[in-house]
């Protein structure tokens, strides 16, 4: 059975992400182990929206107006999970598109790539929870002299506790408890633990 692209006919509006992500099977529930380290219940795998050329051009035409004011020269986003949605916003700001690599405990521009000296960047990522891929990848922006000035992503499921600098940016807000591993609720409880992202792969 082929598996066809559920994009809408019209213009995707950005209250219709978050159902178009349940539609897909974006958002899981269940024990995750997420980039950060902690854990939660919840777990947006955005592979499973962007995967369909439809609905990746429609968020990246979303979350590319949200920035339509800043004087921005390059999006940069992190591989793998970034890829994809960092092509579409800069293909909707007009711009061009970089992609960092993990390196170590950091991320590096390579393969021609680069961010030169004095430019804007616009950080794009799919999700936003602890803001460690976004300090990582602007320790590399920072090293190339360049200057981060906003970042944007599908999902904010930031705590209070975590604040970022430069303005961003979301196309979905949902508050989502995350734990501790040595004090998880889940862990208490025997659920089974479940490691999507491509962090803790192997």
Known sequence: MKSEDPSFA???????????MREVGALLEGHFRLS????????????????YPGLALEVG??????????EIDVVVSPAVGGVVLGQEVARGLGRRHVFA???????SVRRG??????ENVLIVDDVLTRGTSFGEIRRTV???????????????RREA??????PVHALVQMEVATYDPDACPLCEGGVELESPGSRHAV
């Not at 380290?37 to 955005?46: A, K, M, V």
Request: charged share 35%; with cysteine; proline share 1%.
């Open 10 to 20: 019209d213009h995707l509006q950005v209250e219709d992400v978050l159902p178009r």
């Open 36 to 51: 950060s380290g902690r854990h939660s219940d919840r777990y947006f795998q955005c592979a499973r929206l962007l995967q």
């Open 61 to 70: 035409r979303l979350l590319a107006e949200r920035f339509d004011e800043l």
């Open 101 to 107: 690599e993990r390196k170590d405990d950091g991320f």
């Open 113 to 118: 790539f680069e961010i030169l000296k004095g």
């Open 142 to 156: 920072d090293d190339h002299d360049a200057t981060v000035i906003g970042l944007g992503v599908i999902v904010d």
């Open 161 to 166: 506790d975590v604040s970022i600098d430069v």
